[in-house]
């Protein structure tokens, strides 16, 4: 007790510098002669260099942590030219469609040891540049991004020419060069219309989703065209642009209940908005997938379990997040990556929440 | 067209080593001369010195980001003692309750230009020590840990004596000398259990939640101290442990409505397992609220959405994560911070998702 108390109060009259000052004191040279390895293997080993057996690296590291030995990435990235910082930023990590991608970003990024560095620019063009600033500044080696709406193509110009290459998902950015990694989305709203129009409806609302994204744009055109095939009538006031959260789909359901001639289904932005919908739905005293029908998009992990099941668009969002990941290390290893557009396919899972029309008094 | 094509290819056709030292040729002296200023107030101002004035520091970050100057916060951060960075490290920002508290430490770090670094460590200790390893070799600022279920306190202890300043969140880890920001869970399982019982129901079952974690032991003593202050049976069986996310809610639902004597209630370990096992008490022909009364825990935004309202408990989220990313600046900035446990006391909401006990046959 005594000595453990002692040490304490020791440490703690030192400075948070003079501390760290004190843990880079232990040299290379006494990591190696404990373990009777060179020390550059050391060296390699504390890099996670590949060069190195994963054995003789873990017991070079675990030695080195029981000894308090620091390794000092900023001091050592300044001699080698990778940080092993990738950074992510998408619009709002609170959305699980982004958390699900970010899940699949970040165990391939894991598989290559690096380490990722995450930010919400809200769709605020000033928070994304500021994060892209910070990474310049580390020197980070690349960047996955959903862009901002309104992101010019320079910023990301300026960001590779700066020696930091990206990679988009999610969303397109006219302009700029590099891979591009979404869902066709088109598409997609194409399918869960056409699953509507074939139980037999032929008054459908579009709820959430904005034309000011590739993502919106596309959606909404989707829906559009499969109507338009049907030769169903595209009504202005049936579409509820906006909401993209469940609390706004929640919101929408007095709007949708009161358009004019009452559609009997709605194909929705997304699985939030489609699941919001639905509870605003049934507080109205409805019973969505019997009253209405309502589609969903993405097949959050969610969907399955809602009440009822969600009949949505499988949106591929781990495979967003795998390729890209992926994409970006090819990248960093100097591979030749295309710059081009890869769209993943959409599928429909049909579950409750659709079936035959009918119609409200 | 002809010169920006060339401009380009001729960029392209150097490495990306060669574009940041390209970059960083741009002096200070060139930005000083173009603004009038002297050389120390911009590098003051690319370090977001609060020395200089707002307006002042904006106009040469733009004038900066004009002509292409990256400011290099690596080689910069060598010569002050701070780098800008504080790591955060929880269990899955997948999880809503995460998510809303990462929001608030968010707004809380922007205000001082804090950049932050986010990791999962999914309960898995060797994936904290990756990431806090990472953290010292980047020379952090601090981190803000929710930490991984089994974390010793030397793992805490280790890296404050490296410089690296902790401020633990939602859970406490015995020995580890640092401040400790979370809801006062006993508190809050007492208030669902004694709502439920003063509704009527004898008969509750805790659904959710491990003994593993402070948090987990709280909750569910809790529920047991209101049980015996009324009374009422505390039975092992009627304690469906594990389920913490909406799917394991949702696949408990089968177990729960199979429990001998058939409780009339649930206590959930959060809204998660509660809208989860509301959707399975749906599924299987139930009306959760009427035949089934069940409370969460949390009250995330998606509480006061669900079908039926979800009766739980304010777990002030967004005031651990304000209080957690302040106290952590307090202690960047010098300033005395005592290293004790702050809960925050929850409260009860009160919604549809609670009603008297209906006897099932």
């Not at 990474?135 to 320079?154: F, H």
């Not at 960001?159 to 930091?164: C, I, S, Y």
């Not at 906006?242 to 949708?256: L, N």
Request: proline share 4%; net charge positive.
């Amino acid at each position: 007790m005594e000595s453990g108390f002692r040490k304490r109060s020791w440490i703690s009259s030192r400075s948070s510098g003079e501390r760290k000052a004190l843990a880079q004191k232990i040299k290379l040279s006494t990591i190696a002669d404990a373990l009777g390895v060179s020390t550059a293997t050391v060296s390699l080993a504390l890099r996670d260099s590949p060069l190195v057996a994963g054995t003789t690296r873990d017991r070079i590291k675990e030695h080195a942590r029981a000894i308090g030995y620091i390794y000092n990435r900023r001091a050592a990235s300044l001699r080698t030219s990778r940080s092993g910082i990738v950074g992510v930023v998408v619009h709002d990590i609170m959305n699980p469609f982004f958390a699900e991608i970010l899940r699949s970003i970040e165990s391939e990024l894991d598989r290559s040891r690096q380490t990722f560095i995450l930010s919400n620019h809200y769709d605020q063009l000033e928070k994304q540049r500021t994060f892209i600033d910070t990474l310049l500044q580390l020197g980070a080696d690349g960047v996955i991004m959903s862009p901002a709406i309104g992101t010019p193509p320079e910023d990301i110009i300026m960001a590779e020419e700066n020696g930091l290459p990206a990679v988009l998902i999610a969303r397109t950015v006219e302009g700029a060069d590099v891979p591009v990694f979404r869902g066709d989305d088109a598409y997609g709203t194409g399918l869960a219309t056409n699953h509507l129009i074939s139980l037999g409806h032929k008054r459908i609302a579009m709820i959430g989703g904005t034309d000011q994204t590739s993502t919106g744009r596309d959606r909404y055109q989707g829906y559009v065209n499969a109507m338009e095939t049907a030769g169903l009538e595209v009504r202005p006031s049936w579409r509820i642009a906006g909401p993209r959260t469940k609390q706004a789909g929640f919101e929408a359901a007095g709007q949708f209940l009161a358009l004019k001639d009452k559609p009997t289904a709605a194909c929705c932005w997304n699985d939030l908005v489609a699941i919001g919908l639905m509870n605003g739905i049934a507080r109205a005293g409805l019973v969505p997938g019997i009253d209405i029908s309502v589609t969903g998009y993405d097949d959050l992990e969610e969907a399955a379990i809602a009440t009822p099941a969600l009949t949505t668009v499988w949106n591929g969002q781990r495979e967003v997040g795998r390729r890209a990941a992926s994409a970006l290390l090819d990248k960093l290893n100097g591979q030749m990556v295309r710059p081009s557009q890869e769209l993943i396919k959409p599928e429909l899972h049909v579950r409750q929440s659709t079936g035959k029309p009918v119609e409200r008094a």
